[in-house]
């Protein structure tokens, strides 16, 4: 989707690239070529790395559409890293990023516990970051406070866990009559955080909460946290974390006996839950960050570019995301070049048209759409049940 300030490139880019191109030029006898490199930090291994692959594809692709316009004097890099999903990898990874003056912004991280200490690091360094579904609201609300010492440079464009959980605890309370949940979660700062905004509003709204338990990830037997679950009586378990997990809780919980609702936050939103839970899967519910590209006529030619570029390769859930905050990028670069501090500027102040419609960000760098959209396992298959509609 192309903006109206899509024209020539301005001479403030030429004068930049010029100026890096000649410095690298008397730098060294060989010839060397001139790029913009913008990192992407994701999960490209581990139990969720389809959902990172996914992402690194669709940037990839905005970056390649791009250099195939011919809209730069010189092309597009997009350089990956894996951080594994692991917080401490994602801080190695956000150092390597920081220490090459050449990458001029990072899109990621995927996990709000990657994205969260990696972005101080960012901070410092004074490097735009662009995260395409990190969601815990700490993210960002932490360049309001006294301590964040740096510009503010985080952006995102999909919206938080604060309005994910309240909407889940409004919905199953006031549509579904619940009058008692458990809440599980994943222990990271991102299933964690969800469940605790899903907890908070459930008793705010005269909801009891009849218990509050932490599994750890990677476990594959949870038969034991289950039984004291099922034991409070509840009449519905809401889970705060990844499909990896979220499918086998549900599974598990099910052949325990429990016959209440099951909820889940939107990293559950994927075959492999579904998958994993079996029979079971039928009738879980999945809170989901937006809504799927298939649904916005605003995104049906990136769902045919894609298809094109990665044949037979299904869509994953975030990855149209992805492609959103590489365009976003791709527009700051061509009306203020490859300058850090000029991109962070342009982004704070930014309309963007796009596939998912139009972002634009708030003093917090989050985006203004709201969007939530809930699913229903029927037959297999996921279907759209119920939302909330952008403000």
Not at 3 to 30: D, H, Q, R, T, Y
Not at 161 to 182: C, H, R, T
Not at 270 to 288: C, H, K, N, Q, S
Not at 369 to 388: A, C, E, M, R, Y
């Amino acid at each position: 989707m192309k903006s109206s300030s899509e024209n020539s490139l301005s001479v403030k880019f030429f004068s930049a690239v010029v100026g890096i191109g000649l410095a690298l030029s008397f730098s060294s006898c060989k010839p060397q070529e001139k790029k913009i490199k913008i990192a992407l930090a994701m999960p490209l291994t581990g139990d969720i790395a389809s959902l990172g692959q996914g992402l690194k594809k669709s940037v990839e692709m905005a970056a390649a559409q791009a250099n195939e316009s011919g809209a730069f004097p010189v092309p597009l890099e997009v350089v990956p890293f894996d951080d594994r999903s692991d917080p401490k990898e994602a801080v190695n990874v956000a150092n390597r990023i920081a220490s090459d003056p050449e990458i001029v912004a990072v899109i990621g991280h995927f996990n709000s516990g990657c994205s969260i200490p990696a972005s101080r690091i960012y901070g410092q360094a004074g490097i735009p970051m662009l995260s395409p579904a990190s969601s815990n609201p700490e993210l960002t609300t932490q360049q309001l406070s006294s301590q964040w010492i740096y510009p503010k440079l985080i952006f995102r464009v999909n919206t938080t866990d604060n309005v994910q959980g309240n909407w889940g605890a409004e919905y199953v309370i006031k549509k579904l009559g619940v009058k008692s949940a458990a809440v599980i979660h994943d222990k990271t700062a991102y299933g964690q955080g969800v469940a605790e905004e899903f907890e908070k509003h459930f008793r705010s709204l005269g909801g009891k909460i009849t218990a509050f338990e932490g599994l750890q990830t990677g476990d594959r037997d949870f038969r034991a946290l289950l039984t004291r679950v099922k034991g409070t009586q509840p009449s519905l378990i809401y889970f705060g974390g990844v499909f990896s997990e979220g499918g086998i809780l549900l599974r598990q919980a099910r052949d325990l006996g429990f016959k209440g609702y099951y909820i889940c936050s939107e990293a559950n939103y994927d075959r492999a839950f579904i998958e994993t839970a079996g029979p079971a899967a039928e009738g879980a519910l999945v809170t989901f960050l937006g809504s799927l590209p298939q649904w916005m006529p605003s995104a049906q030619k990136f769902i045919e570019d894609f298809q094109k570029r990665y044949f037979g390769v299904e869509n994953k859930s975030y990855d149209h995301y992805g492609y959103e905050a590489a365009n976003i990028l791709i527009e700051a670069l061509k009306n203020v070049g490859p300058d850090r501090s000029k991109i962070i500027e342009y982004l704070r102040t930014i309309k963007y048209t796009g596939v998912l419609g139009t972002t634009q960000f708030d003093d917090k760098g989050d985006t203004l759409n709201k969007t939530i959209t809930l699913f229903k396992v029927t037959n297999g298959q996921f279907h759209p049940f119920d939302s909330q509609p952008k403000k």
